[in-house]
């Protein structure tokens, strides 16, 4: 991944002005996805008592969010995320309610729980994508922004981790659909932080598609012309960003069968902690150092390096050695998903930057839906080693295949007085 070189800190990124007032409430607003999807299984459950509801509950929402995900993000590029973000924050707060209300008491009606699932899925803010595009229209700095991804996604790493457990400690005097509420609460008041925030107020009024707002121009001694490397790019980020996804999701499901071949269910919990312990360390680690290599070409070599890593535990005797190689896994997968972003970020223009970070989350989540469903229909005709080896194989299979688009056209002669990481060719073009 070429040598490494010594970059600003993590506190460098948690002084810029401005970061506190908007990252806080974003990550209270964010903090709601990581136990929703768990309320709503868990209510659907304790209103209807059938887990055929819960598949149909559960899918409809998870597939309306995916499909009109790339539509909330043009929104919010075009209108901004203060325009945007409240009306789709404040419909969605509104189908949990409904659906807490609905799941509270039991006997809850199917075609009902499906209406609101539908709408809090078409409505739910795109808190994620809108965070990174805030970050990347504060921080001109390519090494900076990617300190201040790489912490965006170890915070989602340990959103995700908490949700459950916040969902856990309530439980035992509530039931389920309390979580369905505090995910109301979380996401409204989130929501409302952010949008008030000095710099989610500075990116509406400067929404580069605004019929009213100027033309950016470009950067003193930067180049004005379109760049012939930004759709290879983007492209790259999102086929490894889904392929990864499709691997760690296939991953989850293959884990339970290995800890139940070797007689160690329980071991489940300890394995999937072990491998977000892995994410935080992994996250914090490269987001510390600024790389000299591309991020195209670092985003090759992580890609597969997860690949192998997947694959290579097909090789563990037990749950021991497993936990071991999961733990590399995450390692190595909390990278991965910030270089898409960055990668993401720097092959568009600043009028697409929360739709190319959101087709990159899509992508992630799109992939673990499929490779999840896809290695349970595996598992019933092959074991779980072969499974891992199927996994991490996607990974390594679609990495090769997008070699080609990973490729620049052109060599981009480094900035003078950059510092650490050499900018692509649009990393000098940001207007903030």
């Known amino acids: 991944m070429s040598s490494p070189v010594p970059g600003p800190s993590y506190r460098a990124v948690m002084r810029v002005t401005g970061a506190h007032r908007f990252l806080i409430p974003a990550l209270l607003g964010r903090s709601s996805y990581g136990l929703v999807s768990l309320a709503l299984v868990l209510s659907v459950v304790h209103a209807t008592g059938s887990y055929a509801h819960v598949g149909v509950v559960g899918g409809i929402f998870g597939a309306t969010v995916a499909a009109l995900s790339p539509l909330r993000a043009r929104l919010i590029d075009r209108h901004g995320p203060c325009a945007a973000l409240p009306p789709m924050a404040a419909l969605f707060a509104l189908a949990l309610l409904g659906l807490a209300v609905t799941t509270w008491s039991g006997g809850a009606d199917l075609g009902v729980l499906v209406a609101l699932a539908v709408m809090a899925g078409a409505c739910a803010p795109p808190l994620g994508p809108v965070t990174r595009s805030l970050w990347s229209h504060l921080i001109a700095d390519r090494a900076l922004l990617q300190r201040a991804y790489s912490l965006d996604t170890v915070v989602e790493e340990l959103i995700f981790l908490g949700g459950p457990l916040l969902l856990g400690s309530l439980l035992p005097w509530w039931p389920p659909p309390i979580g369905l509420v505090v995910g109301a609460l979380l996401v409204s008041a989130g929501t409302w932080g952010l949008v008030t925030s000095p710099v989610a107020r500075s990116m509406s009024r400067r929404s580069p598609e605004s019929p009213s707002a100027p033309a950016p121009a470009p950067a003193p001694g930067t180049d004005a012309t379109p760049r012939p490397v930004a759709r290879g790019g ?199």
């Open 234 to 432: 983007l492209l790259t980020a999102v086929a490894l960003s889904g392929a990864a996804g499709a691997a760690l999701g296939a991953a989850g499901l293959v884990n339970v069968a290995f800890a139940e071949q070797h007689g160690r269910v329980e071991a489940v919990v300890f394995l999937e902690t072990l491998q977000t312990a892995g994410g935080v360390v992994g996250g914090l680690v490269y987001g510390a150092v600024s790389w000299r290599a591309g991020a195209r070409a670092r985003l090759v070599l992580i890609s597969l390096a997860l690949g192998g890593g997947v694959a290579a535990a097909a090789f563990a005797p037990g749950v021991a050695a497993l936990s071991a190689v999961l733990f590399v896994v995450g390692v190595v997968g909390a990278p991965l998903i910030t270089t898409s972003y960055l990668l993401a970020d720097e092959s568009v223009t600043a009028d697409r930057r929360t739709r190319a970070g959101n087709w990159v989350n899509t992508a992630y989540n799109a992939g673990s839906s499929v490779g999840g469903a896809a290695i349970g229909v595996l598992l019933a005709l092959t074991p779980p080693g072969a499974a891992y080896t199927m996994a991490g194989g996607v990974l390594v299979v679609v990495t090769v295949a997008a070699l080609p688009f990973s490729i620049p056209r052109r060599r981009v002669r480094p900035l003078r007085g950059s510092s650490g990481a050499v900018p692509s060719a649009t990393s000098a073009r940001r207007r903030r």
